[in-house]
């Protein structure tokens, strides 16, 4: 139970990371067009490339944060399923030790 609640926060977080990190570089460069159409005097054509680059590097941003967190997600996967394979087993020889003759000693 408490292992599938930390996936379940783990990939929540990776899908709100992953929305923050496109919408921010396109809000930042959006802000900055504002700041010079309206107090600089600049035309209003500024907006188009400030857009145009906040979505690409946005979308760049965001393709290689969720590459990232899916690779770490996978690795913490496997790292739990070896360490419950490893006290499954390690469970099953503490109990085949008690029943040999020798007592488990080899």
Known sequence: ????????????????????SLLCPVALLTALAWYLV??????????VPAVL???ASGLFSMVR???????????LAKERQAAEKKKANGGAEKSSRGNSPDGGKE
């Open 65 to 75: 944060y969720v590459i990232s967190a899916t690779r770490a997600a996978e690795a």
């Open 38 to 47: 309206e107090k600089r005097g600049l035309p209003d054509w500024v907006y």
């Open 1 to 20: 139970m408490y292992g599938k609640f930390v996936g379940f926060v783990y990939y929540t977080n990776i899908v709100i990371q992953s929305v923050l």
């Open 53 to 55: 680059i906040g979505t």
